[in-house]
């Protein structure tokens, strides 16, 4: 059994070590010489997480007298402007430089953040023009969150290509000669069930495998679905399953263009996968949930088909087939969560379970048997989240936790179902019918015909411990719904204990982990006197909403970056020592977890296919070591000291290992994204989240061998926050064109530090 550790900061250099080549002649050494130094690691606060997990905790080890800088505002002359610094500062703007001083940082709001064409800055540009101009660097915690999840993002690219994909294809393969066999086998009783499964299987086998064409007999209703995916208008009524689904999920996101015939084939097995994930055999019917739409003799079809199905993925039945099944779900769960649903296989054993033989079709022909099973899965699962299927009814009267039971009447078997992450539940925890009608206060982006009709990425930031947000989110009035308070209390109740297993139970879980700990106030913080500003607080909002919106976004099976061949591989940068310094953020607890988060994929991704030298493993190398390199710099800042040689020297080549990894793996380093957060039905429109380019952020900060105050730049991911038609389409050629055209404006509450 693996064993868990802490990883503490190795052996700290002597005191007076040199910080950066160039930065020694522009920095005064401190008068007073420095007390001894005395840091303690942070120790867990009780057992490791779990070993399948694959997360190994890290805590940065800090001294316990971190001195405090100087209050705000500063003074002009409390500031030095070293190298390059000095012409940065001339370029500012008379209302920035006043912001610079009142809050120890501020952002550049420009119009150029995005061209005509809608193109904007790479981060590696960014820090190369730093470099350039020998102009202090300030590695900010957005840009770190944003490569190391695209280096994760195209790591799990890589496992679906060589691992999912072919597991798919020979999955689908199976099922569809295996139920021509039980076609020939089943009684009339069964034959609307088999038809329903044969033709659920054949529009993934449609979308996933190249030159498939479905049976004469079911061709029309696969066509009809096929036409609706591709046509991805919304809310529609399903041919197959006769109930409503959301086929707006169809649409193409990332970088899968829909006229781009290189993305076309990947785009097709994500459309097989969202179907999969989302075609629903409805269980409740009106007879057994409140709520449900559906009659029973559909549920008695649709349970069929799923019983069916669920027989065919048992190892008895299959091993091999079993096995494509269990590494796709095995996949699935590692990367977003299990599934919310419980899968035809689950159905089958439940079938076992309460006494029904499946060792032939005929046994599912029986319908007191068949309803008992129904009925055994109605009480045994019950799923947390509702997705918008069947048009379930939700009584006007309906509020706070007795509203639990819509997703109760939408009970349904998926295939491959997708996770009802915490984060989800709290959103759709703080909408309609869990929060009751708005006040005359309400008038934010939640609003719709008098309901909180949509969660924002606020209400994700609130909830991970911000209590800026939680201003944000009053002063727009977003709060000013009957039992909003009732329900924020049953939202915090879902956040999951620092010990909890499920903390780390997935990528996903331990990217809202990373988010919620760079929220939480760090000692290193004490190091900008920024961070005893509410524009601070405010500027990490910005930045938390920013990663989960990376992160949500790229969360769709085979909807990431697509694969990767450069023309002409480049050597890889040698690390160096540049003249002008580079800080680091100073949070070293986030760092800490965010390398534990990248340790954590390239682990888990390597036991599911993740190959030693391919693309998707390097870049987990690379980033890892960028990302160890500022935490170990982070926490040396902390306790005033300077990084080794060899730390400044990663840090140093940043931009050059960025350029790099762009043109050899295909890493995303910039570029406009936007993904939906809550949607509302009714109105076909959806709260939207995501970036819109990239522009300067400037911060004084403490160096930590001098204690003098320095004038740093680094990038800042500038946010998108609003509510779209649910139709417009975000994939990013898209976004592209219409904020090359039309660009977005921030939200209101930036504006108190991004400044034109």
């Given at each position: ?179 021509v066999v039980d076609e020939k086998s089943v009684p ?171 060792d032939t079709p005929q046994s599912i022909a029986n ?390």
């Amino acid at each position: 059994m693996r064993t868990s550790f802490i990883r503490i900061v190795p052996a700290l250099v002597a005191l007076g070590s040199p910080l950066l080549q160039g930065c020694a002649e522009d920095m005064a050494p401190p008068a007073v010489p420095r007390t001894p130094l005395v840091v303690r690691a942070k120790p867990l606060p009780g057992p490791a997480p779990p070993e399948w997990s694959y997360w190994e905790p890290i805590e940065p080890a800090l001294r316990d007298d971190i001195p405090k800088t100087v209050s705000l505002p500063l003074v002009g002359a409390q500031v030095t402007h070293p190298l390059g610094a000095e012409k940065r500062w001339d370029k500012l703007s008379p209302a920035q430089r006043d912001a610079f001083l009142k809050n120890g940082f501020v952002a550049i709001d420009s119009k150029a953040v995005i061209d005509d064409e809608g193109d904007t800055p790479s981060l590696a540009e960014i820090y190369e023009d730093a470099e350039k101009d020998k102009v202090p660097a300030f590695l900010t915690a957005d840009t770190l969150f944003f490569v190391a999840q695209a280096a994760i993002d195209r790591a799990v690219a890589d496992v679906e290509d060589v691992t999912w994909k072919p597991a798919l294809v020979r999955l689908l393969t199976s099922l569809t000669s295996a139920l021509v066999v039980d076609e020939k086998s089943v009684p009339l009783d069964l034959a609307e069930g088999l038809r329903l499964a044969r033709g659920f299987v054949a529009v993934a086998a449609k979308l996933a495998i190249p030159g498939y064409s479905p049976p004469a007999d079911i061709a029309p209703g696969v066509g009809e679905e096929l036409r609706r995916i591709e046509a991805h208008q919304g809310i529609e009524r399903s041919p197959l399953f006769g109930v409503t689904l959301d086929y707006a999920a169809f649409a193409p996101t990332f970088g899968l263009r829909p006229n781009d015939d290189v993305s076309k084939p990947q785009l097709a097995l994500a459309r097989a996968m969202t179907w999969l994930a989302q075609a629903p055999f409805m269980l409740a019917s009106r007879g057994d949930t409140a709520g449900s739409t559906v009659d029973v003799q559909s549920a008695r079809v649709h349970a069929r088909a799923a019983l069916l199905l669920g027989r065919l993925l048992s190892p008895a039945s299959s091993p091999e087939r079993a096995a494509d099944y269990a590494s796709l779900r095995k996949g699935l769960a590692f990367v977003s969560g299990k599934a919310d649903d419980p899968s035809p296989e689950a159905l089958a054993q439940m079938a076992t379970t309460v006494g029904v033989s499946l060792d032939t079709p005929q046994s599912i022909a029986n319908v007191a048997k068949l309803d008992h099973v129904r009925r055994a899965a109605l009480e045994r699962f019950e799923p947390a989240a509702y997705d918008g299927v069947a048009e379930v009814r939700i009584p006007e009267s309906s509020r706070g936790p007795q509203a639990g039971g819509v997703g109760r009447a939408a009970h349904s078997v998926r295939f491959l179902g997708g996770a009802a992450p915490v984060d989800s539940l709290v959103l759709q925890g703080l909408t309609f019918p869990f929060v009751g009608s708005a006040t005359k206060e309400a008038n934010g982006l939640s609003q719709q015909a008098g309901h909180r009709a949509f969660a924002t990425a606020i209400d994700v930031a609130a909830w991970l411990g911000s209590s800026e947000a939680e201003k944000i989110r009053h002063e727009s009035g977003d709060d000013a719904y009957e039992g909003f308070r009732e329900a924020l209390k049953r939202t915090e109740m879902m956040r999951p204990a620092v010990l909890a297993p499920e903390r780390h139970a997935s990528l996903h879980m331990s990217s809202l982990d990373v988010l919620a700990t760079y929220l939480a106030p760090s000692r290193a913080e004490l190091a900008v006197p920024a961070s005893f500003s509410s524009a601070y607080a405010r500027r990490k909002v910005e930045v938390v909403t920013v990663a989960w919106a990376h992160e949500r976004h790229d969360a769709r099976p085979f909807g990431g970056p697509p694969p990767y061949h450069p023309l002409a591989p480049k050597p890889r940068p040698k690390p160096e020592v540049h003249d002008a310094p580079i800080y680091v953020e100073p949070h070293p607890e986030a760092l800490a977890h965010l390398l534990s988060y990248v340790r954590q994929a390239d682990r888990g991704l390597s036991t599911m296919g993740l190959a030693k030298g391919s693309r998707g493993a390097l870049a987990l190398t690379e980033i890892e070591e960028i990302v160890a390199a500022a935490f170990e710099a982070s926490t040396r800042a902390a306790n005033g000291e300077s990084p080794p040689a060899e730390v400044s020297a990663v840090l140093g080549t940043f931009h050059d290992r960025l350029e790099w990894l762009e043109h050899d793996v295909g890493l995303r380093i910039g570029g406009v994204l936007a993904t939906h957060v809550h949607q509302d039905s009714v109105s076909g429109r959806a709260s939207i989240v995501g970036i819109t380019g990239l522009t300067e952020v400037h911060v004084a900060i403490r160096d930590p061998r001098s204690g003098n105050l320095v004038h740093a730049v680094g990038a800042r991911l500038s946010g998108l926050d609003g509510v779209w038609p649910r139709n417009r389409p975000t994939h990013d050629g898209a976004l592209k064109e219409d904020f090359g055209k039309s660009p977005v404006a921030p939200p209101p509450w930036v504006s108190v530090f991004a400044v034109r």
